[in-house]
């Protein structure tokens, strides 16, 4: 299956997505034009009254990659994506910027005194590298709500519902109450124990629900009497307490609540208050409830397969874990280094001239046919340019490098993403 397609009536009014077949048969048949290239959208070249369906937009925000999914009315996902995000890039090219104007520094005044923890942060700040992936998220929203009927948000906002979870450290739910319970439960007890089993440290092999204080002497189902723990030293301890086995650690470290997993992710906080200011209906899911969500759908981890399950609401949605999707790569608006500098960082290039070459900017999305000499083809993708009119395009299937500006044809504005087809 593939991504459905969006429609636009000619005032630019969100209709509801198509299936590609009856898109294309709207363009040939001469009744749309394309809007947009990525995501694929068409516009009617007149005006609907047709009622719209809701939709959902779905969105499991991750550090590296954010999915996101589309459900309609009866729970199918109709769209879906996946959003690389750039802060190791962004992090990578502060550290340079850092270290050029510290040699700089040093090289261009004289003597001063250094000075140190003299300058405020304002609250809520939160580094480039984070506020870049949360810019994409709020970004995407943004641009899907123009192309969709877009009614309501879900959002997966912490790993656990800690108000709950900390609710069951003290009242002492039992874990096998309800499926969803127990699941949840687990997920916690091994978080809390990073995954590693509590007694001999390993990572890579089973872990059980081990009782700190033995069922056989009154220990109870409490979150805090849990530990994680591999079979063999589960099976070792027997009915011996964390203590008596010579684990007095284990027996703190579970008396201890987890963290709130959201003063962690401040990420997820930056974006939900975002998303909060686009006044659509917001439901928020923990990371626990995605997992359950895929487990019961016996699905594989893909990011906008979690998006999918984020929430209440994803349990029991329409997919098909096959979907094309559409793959997004952040790719940002340029440089402002002007030079491109030696080893010695000294320049070694002219200052660059204005952005646009031949009327193509690095970034565009192009289609080129070359007719003749060793380029001979048809390439597809993201455009690279260069002042003389030779161009680079990055293909899917790799980089084509040396192809002129009278080949190229524009299909897309550089828009600070790459898409891959
Ligand atoms: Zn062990």
């Given at each position: 299956?593939?991504?459905?397609?969006?429609?636009?009536?000619?005032?630019?009014?969100?209709?509801?997505?198509?299936?590609?077949?009856?898109?294309?048969?709207?363009?040939?048949?001469?009744?749309?034009?394309?809007?947009?290239?990525?995501?694929?959208?068409?516009?009617?070249?007149?005006?609907?009254?047709?009622?719209?369906?809701?939709?959902?937009?779905?969105?499991?925000?991750?550090s590296k990659?954010?999915?996101?999914?589309?459900?309609?009315?009866?729970?199918?996902?109709?769209?879906?994506?996946?959003?690389?995000h750039r802060g190791d890039y962004i992090k990578r090219r502060m550290d340079k910027r850092r270290v050029i104007r510290?040699?700089?520094?040093?090289?261009?005044?004289?003597?001063?005194?250094?000075?140190?923890?003299?300058?405020?942060?304002?609250?809520?700040?939160?580094p480039p590298s984070l506020?870049s992936r949360?810019?994409?998220?709020?970004?995407?929203?943004?641009?899907?709500?123009?192309?969709?009927?877009?009614?309501?948000?879900?959002?997966?906002?912490?790993?656990?519902?800690?108000?709950?979870?900390?609710?069951?450290?003290?009242?002492?739910?039992?874990?096998?109450?309800?499926?969803?319970?127990?699941?949840?439960?687990?997920?916690?007890?091994?978080?809390?124990?990073?995954?590693?089993?509590?007694?001999?440290?390993?990572?890579?092999?089973?872990?059980?629900?081990?009782?700190?204080?033995?069922?056989?002497?009154?220990?109870?189902?409490?979150?805090?009497?849990?530990?994680?723990?591999?079979?063999?030293?589960?099976?070792?301890?027997?009915?011996?307490?964390?203590?008596?086995?010579?684990?007095?650690?284990?027996?703190?470290?579970?008396?201890?609540?987890?963290?709130?997993?959201?003063?962690?992710?401040?990420?997820?906080?930056?974006?939900?208050?975002?998303?909060?200011?686009?006044?659509?209906?917001?439901?928020?899911?923990?990371?626990?409830?995605?997992?359950?969500?895929?487990?019961?759908?016996?699905?594989?981890?893909?990011?906008?397969?979690?998006?999918?399950?984020?929430?209440?609401?994803?349990?029991?949605?329409?997919?098909?874990?096959?979907?094309?999707?559409?793959?997004?790569?952040a790719q940002g608006?340029?440089r402002?280094q002007?030079?491109?500098i030696?080893?010695?960082?000294?320049?070694?290039?002219?200052?660059?001239?204005?952005?646009?070459?031949?009327?193509?900017?690095?970034?565009?999305?192009?289609?080129?046919?070359?007719?003749?000499?060793?380029?001979?083809?048809?390439?597809?993708?993201?455009?690279?340019?260069?002042?003389?009119?030779?161009?680079?395009?990055?293909?899917?299937?790799?980089?084509?490098?040396?192809?002129?500006?009278?080949?190229?044809?524009?299909?897309?504005?550089?828009?600070?993403?790459?898409?891959?087809?």
């Amino acid at each position: 299956m593939q991504n459905k397609v969006f429609v636009l009536d000619t005032n630019k009014k969100q209709l509801d997505p198509v299936h590609p077949a009856k898109a294309r048969k709207l363009l040939d048949n001469g009744k749309a034009a394309v809007y947009r290239q990525h995501p694929f959208t068409i516009i009617l070249k007149d005006t609907s009254e047709e009622d719209t369906d809701g939709y959902q937009i779905k969105i499991d925000p991750g550090s590296k990659v954010t999915g996101i999914a589309i459900v309609d009315g009866k729970k199918e996902v109709v769209w879906a994506a996946e959003i690389e995000h750039r802060g190791d890039y962004i992090k990578r090219r502060m550290d340079k910027r850092r270290v050029i104007r510290r040699s700089r520094r040093t090289r261009k005044t004289r003597y001063r005194p250094a000075r140190f923890d003299n300058r405020r942060r304002p609250e809520g700040w939160l580094p480039p590298s984070l506020i870049s992936r949360v810019a994409n998220i709020e970004t995407w929203v943004k641009r899907l709500q123009r192309l969709c009927p877009i009614t309501a948000i879900s959002y997966e906002l912490t790993q656990f519902d800690t108000q709950r979870m900390e609710n069951a450290e003290i009242e002492g739910v039992e874990y096998q109450q309800g499926e969803l319970q127990g699941y949840t439960v687990r997920q916690y007890v091994l978080e809390k124990f990073d995954y590693q089993c509590a007694y001999c440290g390993k990572t890579d092999v089973p872990l059980e629900m081990e009782h700190i204080m033995p069922k056989v002497r009154g220990g109870t189902n409490r979150v805090s009497n849990l530990a994680a723990s591999c079979i063999s030293c589960n099976r070792k301890k027997g009915s011996q307490t964390a203590e008596e086995y010579g684990h007095r650690e284990v027996q703190k470290q579970a008396k201890k609540p987890l963290k709130d997993a959201a003063a962690v992710n401040s990420i997820r906080w930056e974006v939900y208050n975002r998303l909060k200011k686009l006044c659509l209906p917001m439901e928020v899911g923990t990371g626990a409830r995605t997992k359950y969500n895929r487990s019961q759908a016996e699905c594989e981890k893909q990011h906008w397969l979690d998006a999918a399950f984020v929430g209440e609401s994803g349990e029991g949605v329409d997919l098909d874990s096959e979907m094309q999707i559409l793959n997004i790569k952040a790719q940002g608006h340029g440089r402002r280094q002007m030079c491109l500098i030696d080893k010695h960082g000294f320049p070694r290039t002219k200052p660059k001239d204005s952005k646009k070459v031949k009327g193509f900017q690095t970034g565009d999305m192009v289609r080129t046919v070359v007719t003749k000499g060793k380029k001979f083809g048809t390439y597809y993708g993201r455009v690279a340019v260069r002042k003389n009119g030779i161009f680079n395009i990055k293909t899917k299937g790799g980089t084509v490098q040396g192809v002129s500006h009278r080949y190229c044809n524009l299909l897309q504005f550089a828009d600070g993403y790459g898409y891959a087809i």
